[in-house]
């Protein structure tokens, strides 16, 4: 009882910050917006200036609400592959769907170095970029899929994602050899991920994909907690591990390829927030460390990006430099900590 009622402090507390630092988020920026009028806009009640309107509407709230879906999808899918490969440095991007994704956009950007004009007219249209990046994470998808199917271990898997990662790698580097520096550079720009460059209409796909691979982690939360003590374990529950992997896999999949086909590769925030999660809560039982390590990923996401936007500057940080001097001190933390800490 005494824990149940530790829990429900821990999320109302987590609930509370949320909706403090997204109301923080909305206020950042280059222009300085006062907080009465930022409430008025959300109460639909005529702004001092429609220019204000325009930015809170247009700019800063889809920009706040990426936050909390790409900071609660990459902690999420973070949680995931950390109990199902029972390794605590694991992160959504451990597949290689990411570099699927990167790939399908090194393609785009720096592929007419390579064959000609054929990519180039494509690149900046709307979706171009965001469809290049799906195509490109479907494809390592179904090669995980295939091989999760053929391989018995699941340490195999991990491997296979991670040489899939090595081969896009060397793939992205050829394309660069051959590539001006104007399009390196644009390619670079990107690979830096950004959370400000969405309409309302990307976000709507965003958020459904995203909802539908939310929902489907609650059907998994049996199989998780089981894994936690090996495959064997599982069997003994009755969990049919090939299925219930692969349906880790797909989750997994679904919101890493979505969160880089939009917002480009974000590192740390999957490998750093499950253990904080874990520790908050002292517990590994997945029916409290989803909802957690979402919250909790959104927070640090939008803090993050607070932080990016450089306040009362007209200047903006790349979201990976904020998120990786905040994750890699956590993930030194867990190399060096002797302590054991939940897995």
């Known amino acids: 009882m005494n824990s149940k009622k530790k829990y429900i402090t821990h999320f109302i507390l987590l609930s509370a910050l949320l909706l403090l630092f997204l ?3 909305i206020s950042f920026g280059s222009v300085k917006i006062p907080l009465s009028a930022i409430f008025e806009i959300f109460i639909g009640e005529a702004s001092l200036k429609d220019s204000w309107q325009t930015i809170i509407i247009n700019y800063r709230l889809p920009k706040a609400i990426t936050a909390i879906l790409v900071g609660s999808g990459l902690s999420i899918s973070g949680l995931l592959m950390q109990t199902l490969f029972r390794n605590p440095l694991a992160g959504p991007f451990v597949l290689g769907i990411s570099s699927g994704a990167s790939l399908g956009v090194a393609l785009f950007i720096l592929g007419s170095g390579v064959f000609g004009s054929i990519f180039s007219s494509f690149v900046f249209s709307n979706w171009s970029l ?6 490109g994470s479907f494809l390592v998808l179904t090669a995980i899929i295939i091989a999760a199917n053929k391989v018995r271990n699941t340490m195999s898997i991990l491997i296979i994602g991670l040489m899939f990662g090595s081969l896009t790698a060397a793939i992205i580097s050829v394309l660069a050899f051959f590539s001006e520096a ?3 550079q644009q390619y670079q720009f990107w690979s830096f991920g950004s959370l400000g460059n969405l309409t309302w209409n990307e976000i709507i796909v965003f958020a459904i994909i995203y909802l539908i691979a939310l929902i489907s982690t609650f059907t ?3 199989p998780l907690n089981s894994f936690l003590l090996g495959e064997n374990y599982a069997k003994s529950l009755g969990v049919n591990i090939k299925r219930s992997r692969n349906i880790i896999l797909l989750i997994t999949s679904l919101l890493t390829g979505v969160i880089t086909a939009f917002s480009g590769p974000i590192a740390f925030v999957g490998i750093a927030v499950p253990h904080i999660s874990k520790i908050l809560f002292s517990s590994s039982n997945h029916k409290i460390l989803l909802p957690a390590s979402g919250i909790i990923g959104a927070i640090i996401l939008l803090i993050c990006d607070s932080i990016a936007q450089l306040p009362s500057s007209a200047f903006i ?3 990976n430099a904020i998120t990786s001097l905040f994750g890699a001190p956590v993930v030194i ?3 060096v900590r002797k302590k054991k800490i939940y897995a």
């Open 130 to 135: 965001a469809f290049a990046a799906s195509l």
């Open 220 to 222: 998994v939360i049996k």
């Open 23 to 25: 109301i923080a988020n």
């Open 182 to 184: 104007a399009q390196i």
């Open 317 to 319: 940080l790349p979201i």
């Open 333 to 335: 933390w867990l190399l």
